[in-house]
């Protein structure tokens, strides 16, 4: 059974960097062929995309987002983060990290119970 699990501060000041780590257990963020993505959802509204790392470490990120967007992982430690620069209250949302089976419909099959960050001075 994969789990997955958001860590970060929870407030965070405009025009700062949101830095969140999702850490991985029962498999590898290295094996086979599963996407790792990060998505969030903004109070009333729906779920957004932010953008994917790939088992093989390849990136893909929102063209919306793609400017202040940063993937990476630590295979060490079975983590991924995001980073996301210069914030501003509209990115007020909980924050989930998931994983992705390509070339199948649903947007996820293993998710984080998610985390709120709210963006406020």
């Known amino acids: 059974q994969v789990q997955l699990q958001e860590s970060g501060p929870g407030l965070v000041k405009p025009s700062q960097t949101l830095s969140l780590t999702c850490t991985v257990s029962?498999?590898?963020?290295?094996?086979?062929?599963?996407?790792w993505k990060w998505i969030r959802q903004p109070p009333g509204k729906g779920l957004e995309w932010i953008g994917s790392?790939?088992?093989?470490?390849?990136?893909y990120y929102s063209p919306s987002l793609k400017s202040r967007t940063s993937i990476s992982r630590d295979t060490s430690k079975n983590q991924f983060t995001l980073q996301l620069n210069s914030v501003t209250p509209e990115d007020t949302a909980v924050y989930y990290c998931?994983?992705?089976?390509?070339?199948?419909?649903?947007?996820?099959?293993?998710r984080g119970q998610g985390t709120q960050v709210t963006v406020s001075s």
């Open positions: 790392i790939t088992a093989s470490g390849n990136t």
């Open positions: 029962g498999g590898s963020i290295t094996s086979n062929y599963y996407y």
């Open positions: 998931a994983r992705k089976t390509p070339g199948t419909t649903v947007e996820y099959d293993y």
